[in-house]
């Protein structure tokens, strides 16, 4: 059974880091790509970056390029967002994906889904 399951969200001001870690398990992600989305009330889910877990090429949104990293680490199966200079208008609940794609920015690209974890960002 396909588990992702996202940890390390809260409240931190704007400026601030923060960073949210994806555990993942009940299968090899190699083939995998890995996303990173997020939703604000209100608003749709939105594709926040990915990694190839293979290989470890990354891709963000222009939103948060030069600002958010994504890594990850094969021997512990879990996939970290790095947040830096976050602003208010990041506030959202951050969910990881996985799917079999190099990468998309279209959620319905992907097969597994973790739970979310709430960031909010005051100002």
């Known amino acids: 059974q396909v588990q992702l399951v996202e940890s390390g969200g809260g409240l931190v001001q704007a400026g601030g880091s923060l960073r949210v870690s994806c555990a993942a398990s009940?299968?090899?992600?190699?083939?995998?790509?890995m996303g990173w989305f997020r939703q604000a009330p209100g608003k749709e889910r939105e594709f926040v970056g990915a990694i190839k877990w293979t290989g470890g090429n990354t891709y963000y949104a222009d939103s948060v390029k030069g600002r958010f990293t994504i890594s990850r680490d094969s021997v512990k199966n879990r996939v970290y967002l790095q947040m830096n200079s976050l602003k208010p208008e990041d506030t959202a609940v951050y969910y990881c994906a996985a799917g079999r794609v190099v990468w998309s920015l279209d959620p319905f690209e992907y097969d597994y889904w973790g739970q979310g974890t709430q960031v909010t960002v005051s100002s």
């Open positions: 009940g299968r090899t992600f190699s083939s995998y790509a």
